[in-house]
């Protein structure tokens, strides 16, 4: 039996809950990335695949964009975002990691990294 994989019904609130918090370096990527800036390609913010929420997703390439902030660096943190990659690379995507500060520090390096994965 198909379930669902993308944007269940049942995390709308949830996605939509996190479009209107995002982070500083969320939103510096988003105003990079959005309205096709990048290769002409499309993204969307706070994407789900499966019961994950990504920050990012170009769907046409399967990449996922995930920002890293200090959270992240507890061992538990550390564990979950291991077996969130797992599943979604089980399913197809590609995902990269980058350090929220890289978005501030070096913007066009992160562009850089981005459009690697979209040729």
Known sequence: M???LFNKPEMKERRRALRKRMTPAEVALWSMIRKRQLEGKRFLRQYSVG?????FCCPE????I???GEVHNSEEAKAYDAARTLFLESVGFTVLRFENLEVFDYPERTLD???RYLK
Do not use: A
């Open 2 to 4: 198909f379930e669902q």
């Open 51 to 55: 019961y994950y929420i990504v920050d």
């Open 61 to 64: 390439h399967k990449l996922v």
């Open 66 to 68: 995930e920002l890293d």
């Open 113 to 115: 990294e981005i459009r």
